[in-house]
């Protein structure tokens, strides 16, 4: 399939399924991710005054005007960072064993014209039915009872502490991240 790829440079007009729209974001993602944390989400865009904001800032491309929705990844370090503050633990960020592993709901991943931060009860939700799935899997390794326990492990360390400082830094200068969760 990688090899068979190629660039589509015109578009219909018609508008894009709400099916086909959730399978492109669900293929995306099984992209692999730290310890299942999936630091992404998927903005969807079509409302017309966003476009047209976004494309003053890229310049005119017709390409890009051209497509009947924009569907753009980001890396998204604020849904873990509060996942991990509502199960109160103190983790930090920094692979893991090829499975294929839960992943969230694409209400939780995929965002229209603009990201919007899960509520904490739904977050839970996906992490209960995640851990769930994990545990009948037998995917922790021993003396791990849990995804939050897996977490605190991977991400609790004094380097990961210092590394995430530096990245918050990074990414709260450039637009990425909120300055409060």
């Not at 999936?38 to 017309?48: A, E, P, R, W």
């Not at 994990?134 to 004094?158: D, I, P, T």
Request: proline share 3%.
């Amino acid at each position: 399939m990688i090899l068979k790829r190629r660039s589509v440079r015109r578009f219909d007009r018609k508008a894009v399924s709400g099916d086909i729209i959730k399978a492109i974001v669900k293929a995306g993602q099984r992209a692999p991710t730290s310890c299942g944390t999936q630091f992404y989400s998927f903005i969807l865009v079509n409302d017309t005054r966003e476009r047209r904001e976004i494309l003053n800032l890229v310049t005119e491309n017709r390409v890009l005007q051209s497509a009947p929705i924009w569907i753009f990844v980001c890396s998204d370090v604020a849904r873990p960072l509060k996942m991990f503050k509502s199960l109160r633990m103190d983790c930090y960020f920094s692979a893991e064993k090829s499975t294929v592993r839960p992943r969230w709901n694409t209400n939780v991943v995929m965002h229209k014209n603009r990201y919007r931060m899960p509520a904490k009860g739904r977050l839970l939700w996906n992490y209960r039915r995640s851990n769930k799935t994990l545990v009948n899997m037998g995917y922790f390794s021993q003396g791990v009872g849990s995804l939050a326990e897996h977490w605190q492990r991977k991400f609790a360390s004094k380097e990961m502490m210092l590394r995430e400082k530096k990245l918050r830094k990074e990414l709260r200068k450039i637009g990425f991240l909120p300055n409060r969760l």
